[in-house]
């Protein structure tokens, strides 16, 4: 009995300190990538090449998703708002919606599966294959030539691809809302121009996002980077990216909205 | 790799991604000026005046300010005056439209259920409101229980209440 106890408990103390030091060593990985962020950034070349890996190639996702997620807020937000008399109000709620949470959220999450579990995969083979050991033996480093454009990439595409998916939810809620239901064109939107704010509503939104894209950008390169060696290692660290960036962005995006939309 | 090929290949990538970087701005871009509106709520622009209501019932702030139902304007701030408890409203006014000394200021609701807004009456006084300056006719919002409640007991109070059909 006293053995079980002392086992339940040790485990338990194990995980947290392990959690901690994970928490600890990413937040230390953070500060490196950010050191080396003016040699990263003065070349931009490869900023950009990870971004068309990343960003570029995550757009038909991320447009045919925004398209479907517009449609199906018009379809349900207009069978509630009906019952109140208010379905003009339909441009309200849907631009609401997406600016505010669903088109920063929702690419996040996306982008985490799409993009984050890449990165961290071809980062974690490099590890894997000693490709990153041979680059510190030729005196480059590995966290400015491979971690840097990749994170950056990240950053620069996700309020790009989030703006993009509000944009085509809103063309979705429209199509549904104006176009099959018929809604009146003017009022669905004008009520949502009187009610959309730049700063509060859009800068926020695209705010989150930029957020969103340094948690999941630094999450993969940082899975990536200290893989297992193995390939039990690589797939452990694209799952744990999708899994862990995943959870980030939900409870990041909780904290941000009750500081930024409470009042 | 050849060189040639190196530079085909970086230019096409250059392409996309700034493809990629203009499809993402325009889409802000329509997020602000046609979900947002940025246009027409320009925050610098306008001049602000000062409205003090007993009650402002559900007004919020960046609620509109209309005058014959048209926006002229927004509620930019609300707060409760310490010594008379009354609520402080600050208004932002488009500076194209001017409004006379004798103005009235009310707070009424869009439609049953709508939102609350501050709807200006432009009065006959030759001399215009400035900036900073107080509206000093103001008409409280209608809190639907006291309407009830007076109704009550306007009814209760009349001679032949309760009286036999």
């Known amino acids: ?263 | 790799m050849d060189v040639q090929g190196l530079t085909v290949q970086r230019s096409k990538i250059d392409v996309l991604v700034g493809l990629f970087v203009a499809a993402g701005l325009l889409a802000a871009v329509f997020l602000a000026l046609k979900v947002g509106n940025l246009a027409g709520f320009d925050t610098e622009g306008g001049y602000r005046l000062e409205a003090r209501f007993d009650n402002i019932g559900g007004l919020k702030a960046r609620a509109p300010v209309k005058s014959a139902g048209v926006v002229v304007g927004r509620v930019e701030s609300i707060a409760l005056d310490r010594e008379t408890y009354e609520a402080r409203v600050l208004l932002q006014i488009f500076p194209e439209h001017r409004f006379s000394k004798d103005t009235i200021a009310s707070i009424l609701t869009s439609g049953l259920l709508g939102e609350q807004y501050v709807s200006l009456e432009a009065g006959g006084d030759s001399a215009y409101l400035a900036s900073g300056d107080r509206i000093a006719k103001t008409q409280s919002a209608m809190i639907l229980e006291k309407l009830i409640g007076q109704f009550l007991f306007s009814k209760a109070s009349e001679p032949n209440a309760g009286g036999s059909k």
């Open chain 1, 1 to 263: 009995m006293q053995r079980i106890v002392i086992d339940v408990l040790g485990d338990l103390g194990g995980a947290v300190i392990d959690g901690l030091g994970r928490l600890g060593r990413a937040a230390l990985f953070f500060g490196r990538v950010l050191g080396v962020s003016h040699r990263v950034l003065r070349r931009f070349g490869q900023v950009t090449r990870e971004m068309r890996a990343s960003g570029v190639r995550s757009v038909l996702i991320i447009v045919v998703s925004g398209l479907f997620v517009g449609m199906v807020l018009a379809v349900q937000g207009h069978d509630v708002l009906q019952r109140f008399g208010a379905s003009d109000s339909l441009g309200v709620l849907v631009a609401l919606s997406l600016v505010r949470e669903l088109g920063p959220v929702v690419t996040a999450l996306l982008f985490a599966g799409r993009a984050g579990s890449a990165i961290a995969a071809e980062i974690g083979l490099m590890r894997a294959t000693d490709q990153l050991s041979a680059m510190e033996m030729m005196a480059v480093d590995p966290v400015a030539r491979i971690v840097g454009p990749r994170f950056y990439g990240a950053v620069f595409s996700m309020p790009l691809l989030a703006a993009m998916f509000s944009v085509l939810g809103v063309f979705g809620a429209w199509l549904i809302g104006v176009r099959l239901i018929g809604i009146d064109a003017g009022s669905f939107w004008s009520q949502m121009q009187a009610t959309v704010d730049f700063r509060h509503d859009v800068l926020n939104g695209l705010l989150k996002s930029v957020v969103f894209g340094v948690a999941v950008g630094l999450i993969a390169v940082f899975e990536g980077f200290h893989a297992a060696p193995t390939a039990g290692g690589v797939s452990s660290a694209t799952t744990r990216t999708v899994v862990i960036s995943s959870l980030a962005v939900l409870f990041l995006d909780f904290v941000m909205t009750t500081w930024m939309f409470r009042g």
